[in-house]
């Protein structure tokens, strides 16, 4: 591609701190809520878990839209990130771990109100992560402060589903986006947000969405039932590109009348499935914006998500990028 039309993404969502350990079955069943999900805590009871966990507790960048943002810098497209982080050393962290994977930090937001967000993923024997998150500074982005100023020099905005939970910040950011001429996708995030926003998600995917990720479980609280084809079919009514992910059965894939279907790159060892969707995506959504078929946008985002699952944490370490890279050459 000429220099001119190589894409700028920028993700927009909570920036958050990932704090990752490998605990017992007994601990994920002696705290509070269900093994698998995520829940919101407060600073303070999020302090007091991490304090009770006996095993390395590993540091690395984290947040749905931000794992995909920074994974899409990591391959070499030029990449920038809205959301707002603390002012302490969480939030240092964080910008020099998106400059080092050679995103644009310009557009970050900092408040001295709260502690910048932190996420606790407990990783069972299972290879299931429980997540407990504290989100902090990442609630304060306000409706106020966004504009299509933000988005000048980018032509694709990722968004995240947990923004939902904000509606008139949803509604900002998206408006603002399609203002600047950004093509836009969101990845669901989670059948917990597809529920709560079902009254407002159709006409939001119409109106700005150009592409849509959803996995099993959110496409069957969209749909209302365990059907992966039609629920392909029914998004693709309003999005131009829809991915339902299968897990280890692969993903369907649509884009205008073409479909697709795309195999599962099998890991093994899997140690940690934290992060493998949005890694998935940004495998998917460089193939996307570079115009490859289909087939292959989902192979890559298939090598992507089988890379995140060999290794604790959100993101795929510094050995599997060489051959992520080598999988973008073929």
């Known amino acids: 591609m000429h220099a001119s039309s190589v894409p700028k993404v920028i993700g927009v969502g909570s920036p958050i701190v990932d704090r990752l350990a490998r605990v017992p079955e007994l601990f994920v069943a002696s705290i509070e809520g269900a093994k698998g999900g995520m829940e919101l805590v407060d600073h303070e009871t999020l302090a007091g878990l991490i304090g009770r966990v006996d095993a390395t507790v590993l540091r690395a960048p984290g947040g749905s839209a931000a794992n995909t943002t920074y994974a899409l810098a990591k391959m070499g497209l030029p990449a920038a990130f809205l959301g707002k982080i603390g002012d302490d050393e969480d939030g240092q962290y964080y910008l020099q771990a998106f400059s080092a994977a050679g995103g644009d930090c310009a557009r970050f937001r900092r408040t001295t109100d709260r502690n910048t967000a932190c996420c606790l993923s407990l990783v069972t024997p299972d290879s ?14 306000d409706p106020e402060e966004i504009g299509p100023e933000d988005f000048a020099g980018c032509t694709h905005a990722h968004v995240e589903g947990y923004l939902l939970f904000n509606r008139p910040l949803t509604e900002a950011v998206l408006g603002a986006a399609r203002r600047a001429g950004c093509t836009i996708s969101l990845d669901l995030g989670s059948f917990e947000v597809v529920r709560a926003a079902a009254d407002v998600l159709p006409a939001l995917l119409d109106e700005y969405v150009d592409a849509v990720f959803a996995n099993e479980d959110e496409a069957r609280m969209y749909l209302g039932e365990d059907n992966p084809e039609r629920a392909l079919a029914v998004l693709g009514e309003l999005c131009g590109t829809v991915a339902v992910k299968l897990g280890a059965r692969g993903a369907l894939l649509r884009r ?7 195999d599962a790159v099998l890991a093994d060892p899997v ?12 495998g998917f959504l460089y193939g996307w914006l570079h115009d490859w078929p289909l087939d292959a946008c989902g192979r890559l985002g ?29």
Not at 256 to 262: D, M, S, Y
Not at 303 to 327: N, Y
């Open 128 to 141: 299931e992560r429980t997540m407990r998150t504290d989100l902090g500074a990442a609630l304060l982005l």
């Open 256 to 262: 205008a009348n073409e479909t697709a279907r795309v």
């Open 271 to 282: 140690i940690d499935t934290t992060g493998a969707g949005d890694c998935w995506a940004a």
């Open 302 to 330: 298939a090598v992507l998500g089988a890379e995140t699952v060999r290794h604790l944490g959100a993101l795929p370490p510094e050995p599997s990028w060489d051959r992520i890279r080598a999988e973008m050459q073929r």
